[in-house]
């Protein structure tokens, strides 16, 4: 089940969820690259830092994806997709949409997510 967050909730739900996530980029080969970041909140974008690897695939490819893994057992984990833009050594990030999900609570249910809607 997903649970969607609207956009203008991402301040809140990052108070919860902390200020480090693992940034998802694509390679050239498509394989998926995965960076342990700190972000920052910003006028309705999240930046971090990008290293070599993550900028160029950035660059190449925009459609990122931040996670956040869930606090605690059987709680959710975060997910924001976003388009990135680098600038420098700064990776912009423009949500654009965003889902709360965790596995299956029971044999009955497949998965267990809350959307974040796109605003």
């Known amino acids: 089940m997903s649970h969607p967050v609207e956009l203008e909730e991402l301040a809140v739900a990052l108070d919860r ?8 980029t ?8 995965i960076s342990h970041v700190t972000l920052e909140l910003s006028n309705g974008a999240l930046t971090c830092a990008a290293g070599r690897t993550t900028g160029a695939n950035a660059t190449a490819r925009s459609n990122v994806s931040l996670l956040w893994p869930a606090p605690t057992e059987g709680e959710f984990s975060l997910i924001v997709d976003g388009d990135a833009t680098l600038h420098g050594e700064t990776l912009r990030v423009a949500p ?3 889902i709360r999900h965790r596995p299956a609570s029971n044999p009955d249910c497949t998965v267990d997510c809350e959307p974040l809607a796109n605003g």
Do not use: V
């Open 17 to 24: 969820y902390g200020n480090h996530a693992f940034l998802l």
């Open 26 to 33: 694509t390679s050239d080969d498509l394989r998926p690259h």
């Open 96 to 98: 654009t949409g965003a």
